[in-house]
């Protein structure tokens, strides 16, 4: 079916940024507690003294999921701590869930426990109450959608918009290793259609293929940055790959920002796969997705107690406009850093 | 794709509500701040004085609307509407939406920006923003999920489960027009796949088929019964029909109900439609769904003050328990009123 429009811009033309500017471009809020509407992790509503912050998201089969290859009740695990990382992001505490599902009937009622047992798997360990939802059919696949609700005071809330020249830019953990474990998991998918008999070669591989199946929200980092009484002036969550995340955070503090190749964290074993795959691993941190560390910017103040921090690193400082979001080079050379993100990478 | 699991049940076996009072057996709240999980039309959450009202509803192209007689521009503004009436259906008040959807190629930014439209015109009617969302690509169909969430007073808030003994049972607006709108939708569909030249025949329908298309969530009930000064002791919204709603009052205030078929409120279109294709129009009321009309009891000291009403008809009244929940029968007989909604009627 098509729609007769005397125009018709096709939705790829436009990439989902695009889309979400274009549609988002004419909304106009006029709640007094709406304090935050689209265009960071999550919406921030005020309550008085607390302030509640809202974030959504939608996992689709097919698009987001293959279930060849992820177990459903990882998938319930992973749809949960996807949108908690986006609270997290706000520098708010996750508190409850509602979870929207549509099932075909391709589904049985064992295999869609085994995605709500995942689901509550992740509301036990982050302390988050499921409280409420919507059950429906599908025609095809799964799709899954979480809307997350947390809590925070009024001035502990961080947005993307608040970095200022001269801060450090810092990242937690390591990144790119669940875009390659994906890599190894699309991998041992094609070998197995190929040939059935072949079992998956997965050895050696758990840390990334965890990074990609059981991925954690870093709520350990948001207890970190408490306990040193920092305050990030802007603070995101890495869905989408490193260098989109690092432009969110400049477009809307309208900053630049200089990021040093050889600080980027990866780990040996991302690294490795990476070179397996003939990939280059900086590329895979900048671009792969999915790795739901916090990217944050804070006060140059703050950088004897970040320096010798295990889990977080320092990976650049921010400049003025005017600069440009560059990125230096291992060998010196410095590049303009570009947005891939979603367009570049869906569907590995 | 199958799943292998040594036992394997059907979830056409459940049922919508089987599905969901099995899914959430194990569900337990923890968080100070969830006041009420799932079980009500939104779930609820302190902030102090005022509390947050949380309701999400997924709405699935082939299932919940069919693109080839539901113009995007009304498919966006029902979606809208549909989440504000379980809001409403708490005696609060929706502030804010947020908004998923997952779309195929199929669609055009054009196609899409309708969709949008009629959202922000609901959003507008209804004085409430949207904050935030997800947009997603999807293999197939178009798949809509909106959170809404609103405030309300604590002492405000009316649950499902506080019908009394002796209380009347009373009902805004008509019941069934948007089931007999859907009716002469689908069979002008039909007419229209056996002769594409034969133009649809919807002459005098407007109001039945505006009831399908463009249904209105009932504020303007909560107005009222606030200038009536009148606290209904249970509240809920009309979405899956009237039987079915009536039995979760019930069940959840643990109480009985007379019905009295003589006295709910039919529109003469409704019931003439109904003849039309054969069917029982009571039977259309009771069961056909989608009228988004507010359901509640009061205390019988509000009788005087309603008995008159243009626009809350009573139909029936409150009883104990043991005496179970029941209809009686234009011709004096009795009933035992069974909830049909979901399993019944989906899909016509």
Not at 257 to 262: I, N, P, Q, S, T
């Amino acid at each position: 079916m098509d729609f007769d429009n005397t125009e018709r811009t096709e939705l790829s033309e436009l990439g989902e940024f695009g889309l979400i500017k274009h549609l988002t471009q004419y909304i106009v809020t006029e709640q007094e507690s709406t304090i935050k509407g689209v265009g960071d992790d999550a919406a921030v509503i005020d309550n008085g003294n607390l302030q509640t912050v809202v974030s959504t998201d939608m996992l689709v089969e097919g698009v987001h999921f293959d279930l060849s290859y992820v177990p459903l009740k990882h998938l319930g695990y992973k749809s949960v701590v996807v949108n908690l990382s986006d609270i997290y992001a706000m520098n708010a505490t996750p508190k409850q869930i509602v979870v929207s599902i549509a099932i075909s009937s391709r589904f049985s009622l064992e295999a869609i426990e085994e995605l709500y047992a995942g689901m509550m798997l992740a509301c036990k360990k982050y302390n988050v109450d499921m409280v409420g939802g919507d059950t429906t059919s599908n025609l095809s696949g799964l799709v899954i959608n979480i809307t997350a609700i947390g809590a925070a005071e009024k001035e502990a809330i961080v947005y993307r918009n608040g970095a200022k020249e001269g801060n450090l830019l810092c990242v937690s953990g390591d990144l790119g290793g669940a875009y390659m474990g994906l890599q190894i998991l699309e991998r041992e998918k094609a070998v197995f259609k190929e040939n059935p008999k072949i079992q998956p070669d997965l050895e050696g591989k758990d840390y990334i293929i965890e990074r990609q199946l059981k991925p954690e929200a870093r709520k350990d980092i948001i207890q970190i940055l408490k306990d040193l009484d920092i305050q990030p002036t802007s603070l995101i969550d890495v869905s989408d790959g490193l260098s989109s995340e690092i432009l969110h955070l400049c477009t809307q503090s309208k900053v630049g920002v200089e990021l040093y190749e050889e600080k980027i964290p990866i780990d040996p074993l991302t690294f490795d796969t990476a070179r397996e795959f003939n990939l280059d691993p900086t590329l895979c941190a900048l671009s792969g997705g999915e790795d739901y560390e916090l990217l944050f910017t804070v006060d140059l103040s703050h950088y004897e107690k970040l320096k010798n921090s295990m889990d977080i690193s320092i990976i650049g400082h921010i400049t003025n406009e005017a600069k440009g979001c560059l990125m230096v080079a291992k060998a010196g050379s410095v590049h303009e850093l570009k947005a891939q993100g979603w367009n570049a990478l869906m569907k590995g």
